[in-house]
């Protein structure tokens, strides 16, 4: 299925898996890899729902820091595609249709688990990548949306089977009255038309695994070859006593720059990384601004990538404490059985340090598959600006200062 072009305004279009979510079932469940438009269409599909009939829906998900977070702006880009933003107001954490009361509204469900029982009367749950959702928050959800002709929706990215939203409707005993449906870039009408079929040919050129997993949607094969396996992602309290480290890769051409904040914690073995802040194709003279995005991080030392001593340069006349990090022979292997020797603790909002932990493999050989002990280089940025922030506490060589105090910590 292949347009032409992108739909007009008020023009809507679905494949004949997503039609499926106009017809009634308890569960509703997407899943399947990049490009098959599962967000997209649940979205465009709630906003019409919405239009026509009186229904609240709660949009949950596991990690939301604030509404930024969720998928508000998103339904509000279909609303006004289809042609329906006079009948809607979109207030600052929900939307409501002025026409017959429809209310959406968003939640987290990581902060208290608990606090799924305000779920209570929804017509629809929307999970959205269900594939963080935990057991503990699966438990609660389910029985708390219990409205007669209630609906729960699920859309995620596979990753492993183990994962509790794959054993709920993929294991052996899936539930009864459910729609699943597995889908790809091929139920995505407008695909073609997007920068993606360029992306998904180049990955399936260089490492077919990696493809089927992105994009096809199959679990990921390459688990034994991972890198960190000691990770996950969760919010700790961090005490003022703490000192926060800072790390730094400088990007080149189209790779990315990545600063990262985070505390090392020694006596529980925990690096929690508490910010990020990544940005590709970035002019030298935008760099001080991105970094002003990462709380603290002019008042302490930055360890940074030492191939562009000219940016150190420029940084540090610009407000900022950077030094350069070493690198040797050795030096990235050393770092990394460093790290492996600690939980990492991400927080939900470091979504990119997140995607590349999960995705850091040794290279295989081909076509044998034996692991080799050579990291991949490639989509490591944020992993290398941790080694680097954390090479003072690892070779106790460069002691990390404060160089001024404005105002109390957060």
Not at 299 to 309: E, G, K, V
């Amino acid at each position: 299925m292949v347009p032409a072009a992108a739909p007009g305004p008020g023009e809507v279009v679905f494949s004949e898996k997503y039609a499926r979510l106009f017809e009634k079932a308890r569960y509703k469940a997407y899943y399947g890899g990049r490009g098959g438009g599962k967000s997209h269409a649940i979205a465009m599909a709630i906003a019409l729902i919405c239009a026509n009939k009186e229904t609240r829906v709660v949009c949950a998900r596991q990690f939301q820091n604030s509404i930024k977070d969720s998928v508000k702006e998103l339904l509000e880009q279909k609303i006004k595609a289809l042609g329906l933003e006079s009948i809607f107001e979109f207030l600052r954490t929900e939307i409501v249709c002025k026409k017959n009361g429809s209310r959406i509204t968003f939640t987290g469900l990581d902060r208290n688990p608990d606090s799924v029982k305000s779920l209570e009367g929804a017509d629809i749950c929307w999970i959205e990548e269900a594939r963080n959702v935990s057991q503990k928050a699966l438990d609660l959800l389910i029985p708390t949306i219990r409205k007669p002709g209630s609906e729960i929706w699920c859309s995620w990215n596979p990753v492993n089977p183990d994962d509790p939203i794959d054993e709920y409707f993929r294991g052996p005993f899936p539930p009864e009255d459910a729609i699943i449906e597995e889908v790809s870039f091929e139920d995505n009408p407008w695909f073609w038309i997007t920068e993606m079929p360029a992306e998904m040919e180049l990955m399936k050129k260089k490492d077919k695994q990696r493809y089927e997993h992105i994009w096809l949607g199959h679990y990921d094969q390459q688990v034994e070859a991972r890198i960190f396996k000691n990770w996950r992602i969760d919010r700790i309290k961090i005490s003022d006593s703490e000192t926060p480290r800072f790390g730094m890769d400088f990007g080149f051409q189209n790779d990315p720059n990545a600063l990262i904040k985070m505390y090392i914690l020694e006596e529980e073995k925990i690096i929690y990384i508490a910010a990020e802040a990544v940005a590709p194709k970035l002019p030298i003279d935008q760099l001080p601004a991105l970094m002003g995005t990462v709380s603290e991080s002019r008042l302490f030392t930055i360890m940074a990538d030492s191939s562009r001593p000219e940016t150190i340069d420029y940084l540090n006349g610009h407000g900022y404490q950077v030094l350069a990090a070493k690198k040797g022979p050795g030096s990235v292997r050393e770092g990394i059985t460093w790290l492996q020797g600690y939980e990492i603790v991400i927080d939900p909002e470091c979504v990119v340090t997140a995607n590349e932990i999960r995705l850091y493999s040794w290279k295989t050989e081909q076509p044998s598959g034996k692991i080799l002990p050579i990291p991949e280089d490639e989509d490591n940025h944020c992993i290398d600006a941790i080694r680097y922030g954390s090479e003072p506490v690892r070779t106790g060589g460069v002691k990390i200062r404060r160089f001024k105090m404005l105002g109390r910590r957060r």
